[in-house]
């Protein structure tokens, strides 16, 4: 009982980080495990800019900007996903407010870390759903 209970949990949590909302049917079960180069890509830009948030926070001495950006108009989509002229539109956009982000005064690090963010959910609601609520998180409020 308690086993199924842990089997479920650890299901819907991999189908939380993954762009498919429950039920949307999908090519079964290799998509839990084959992440595509564009979702790696993504798991470690939403680590960066984690980690970005928190030392930005704590106020830390020197800040280490996100990077691995760079590779989101090249890197490979999993099966299915529209990568179309909407979606270069959306990566560029992103990756002009990421270079805002690096040319900030430091006063308005907070604001443009929040664009930052806004662009990443911009660029979610149209093309992957899934993540919407945990890349929420990244917003520095006050
Ligand atoms: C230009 C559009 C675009 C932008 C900007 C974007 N994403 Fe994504 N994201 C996608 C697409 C498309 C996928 C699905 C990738 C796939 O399955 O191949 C994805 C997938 C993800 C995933 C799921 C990865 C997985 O494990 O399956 C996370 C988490 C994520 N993005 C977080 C972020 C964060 C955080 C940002 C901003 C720092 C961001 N994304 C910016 C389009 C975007």
Do not use: W
Not at 11 to 37: Q, R, T
Not at 54 to 78: M, Q, T, W
Not at 80 to 86: K, L, Q, T, Y
């Amino acid at each position: 009982m308690k086993a199924h209970f842990v089997f479920t949990f650890l299901l819907f949590s991999i189908v939380l980080l993954s762009c498919k909302k429950e039920g949307s049917g999908g090519s079964g079960k290799a998509d839990l495990y084959e992440a595509s180069e564009l979702a790696l890509l993504m798991r470690s830009m939403a680590a960066e800019q984690d980690s970005f948030k928190s030392n930005l926070l704590r106020g830390a001495d020197s800040l280490v900007f996100p990077s691995s950006y760079i590779d989101l108009l090249e890197a490979k989509a999993s099966e299915g996903m529209h990568i179309g002229e909407e979606y270069k539109a959306f990566a560029n956009n992103f990756i002009a407010q990421m270079d805002s982000l690096k040319l900030s005064e430091s006063s308005d690090l907070v604001s443009n870390h929040n664009l930052v963010v806004s662009n990443c959910v911009a660029c979610h609601e149209m093309h992957c759903g899934g993540p919407i609520d945990r890349i929420e998180k990244l917003y520095i409020r006050n």
